[in-house]
Nanobody, 115 residues
């Protein structure tokens, strides 16, 4: 079992920035593909960005050029730097850790972009 704890969400104005953090409980963090997903009310959970054990990175089309995912294997953490935020970025952001067919999720952190 892997416990994931997110932090860094909040209320921000359009055009602003936030940095999300996620810390994992596992000693085998390097073996997990890590990602950020989000879910807005009435919508399905969608991929924001992921970073794999080989360092390859994928972004959702709506966040390309604005968000940056990174990981620190020594600290067992993954980060999401979010710039130029838009109201449509509003939602609950979830940290994900995946290995083989097993996925673990954090409890989520709320991001609200509003003036």
């Amino acid at each position: 079992q892997v416990h994931l704890v997110e932090s860094g969400g909040g209320l921000v104005q359009p055009g602003g920035s936030l940095r999300l953090s996620c810390v994992a409980s596992t000693s085998f963090f390097r073996s997990y593909n890590m990602g950020w997903f989000r879910q807005a009310p009435g919508n399905q959970r969608e991929l924001v960005a992921d970073i794999r054990i080989d360092g390859s990175i994928n972004y959702g089309d709506s966040v390309k050029g604005r968000f940056t995912i990174s990981r620190d294997n020594a600290k067992k953490m993954v980060f999401l730097q979010m710039n130029s935020l838009k109201p449509e970025d509003t939602g609950v952001y979830y940290c994900n850790a995946g290995i083989a067919s097993t996925n673990y999720w954090g409890q989520g952190t709320q991001v609200t972009v509003s003036s």
